[in-house]
């Protein structure tokens, strides 16, 4: 098993900043991709970025490439969502997930966090 929590959401205004982290705990984490997802009222959970424990390749949509990045603390084991210029299509929660496969599909995913709440006013 592998718990998520993650924190750091809030409301914002367009152009400003904020970052997520997720703790994980409960194994080894060596093997896993760590995932960002969010989604908005209404709208399938959608990929965001994602970034490998060992290693650390990332990917990032294409939606928010060049504003959002991706980075993991090993010895903390922390996964951040820095995002930059954030823009009020932004809104969504976000949600921090794990899974042995390198694959980008919620669907994919074993192990979710709660989700934390990002609201970007206008």
């Known amino acids: 098993q592998v718990q998520l929590v993650e924190s750091g959401g809030g409301l914002v205004q367009a152009g400003d900043s904020l970052r997520l982290s997720c703790a994980a705990s409960?194994?080894?984490?060596?093997?896993?991709?760590m995932g960002w997802f969010r989604q908005a009222p209404g709208k399938e959970r959608e990929f965001v970025a994602a970034?490998?424990?060992?290693?650390?390749?990332?990917r990032i949509a294409d939606s928010v490439k060049g504003r959002f990045t991706i980075s993991r603390d090993n010895a903390l084991n922390l996964v951040y969502l820095q995002m930059n210029s954030l823009k009020p299509e932004d809104t969504a929660i976000y949600y921090c997930?794990?899974?042995?496969?390198?694959?980008?599909?919620?669907?994919?995913?074993?192990?979710w966090g709660q989700g934390t709440q990002v609201t970007v006013s206008s």
């Open positions: 970034i490998r424990w060992s290693g650390g390749t990332t």
């Open positions: 997930a794990a899974d042995r496969s390198r694959s980008t599909s919620a669907k994919a995913y074993d192990y």
């Open positions: 409960g194994r080894t984490l060596n093997n896993y991709t």
